[in-house]
């Protein structure tokens, strides 16, 4: 099978943990990733996972590589002012978007259309195109307003995967449970992993 090409987006919700961990489990397999990062998704990454990014777009994938330790080859970083990026066109849509976590302003702006910067156009061009697109939203409590966005992007097709780990998989530590969200964000988009240890099965 063709390695599958994914869109990942951190936006500035509590949670970007999970974005890396799902960014570093399609490369771990064989897919290429488009990595987008909204200023307060940085903001985020710095105070939660101490990782200061920033640069030119070539430092901070740099940035990311030593992060993940990996080599990275297929992951590419794209600026979100850069309009002219592939996956601002339908044309060269990935096979499916993730955006995790997803804040409530980047949800309420999907959620209306607004396709102000590039992960906004990239996240329309999937709804536009009709290819997946997958949201992990992180808030506490939610409003009616956010509940709404929620219940009018379902409806469109989009899917849901809340940023909410489950605790019948026995998680022993903080890992455990970002890998039980990000593994239920990769199941929503058919992509295999062992990252949590599924009910029925043996430990
Ligand atoms: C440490 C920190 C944690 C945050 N957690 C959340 C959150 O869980 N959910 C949320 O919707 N916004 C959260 N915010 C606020 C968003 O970062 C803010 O609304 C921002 O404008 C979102 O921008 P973006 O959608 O472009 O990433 C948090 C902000 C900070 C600094």
């Known amino acids: 099978m063709k390695p599958r090409h994914f869109t990942v987006a951190i936006t500035g919700a509590s949670g970007v943990i999970y974005g890396l961990k799902v960014v570093e ?3 771990r397999g064989d897919s290429r990733v488009s990595l987008l990062v909204s200023e307060a998704g940085f903001a985020v990454l710095r105070q939660e996972c101490g990782l200061d990014l920033a640069g030119t777009p070539g430092e901070i994938l740099d940035g990311v590589r030593s992060h993940l330790g990996l080599p ?3 992951l590419s970083y794209y600026d979100l002012n850069d309009l002219f990026a592939p996956i601002a066109s339908g044309s060269a849509a990935p096979d499916a978007m993730l955006v995790v976590p997803c804040s409530m302003g980047t949800l309420s702006r999907i959620s209306s259309g607004n396709s102000g ?3 906004e156009r ?6 536009k195109e009709g290819r997946p697109l997958v949201l992990a939203p992180r808030e506490t409590p939610f409003n009616a307003i956010h509940l709404e966005h929620m219940l009018k992007l379902a409806r469109l097709g989009v899917r849901i995967v809340p940023a909410m780990p489950g605790f019948y998989h026995d998680p022993e530590t903080i890992e455990d449970l970002v890998d039980f969200v990000a593994g239920k964000v990769l199941d929503a988009v058919q992509v295999e992993h062992t990252l949590f240890r599924r009910w029925g099965s043996r430990p």
């Open 25 to 27: 489990e399609l490369l």
């Open 72 to 74: 990275g080859e297929r």
């Open 117 to 119: 910067n590039l992960l």
């Open 122 to 127: 990239a996240a329309d061009v999937m709804l």
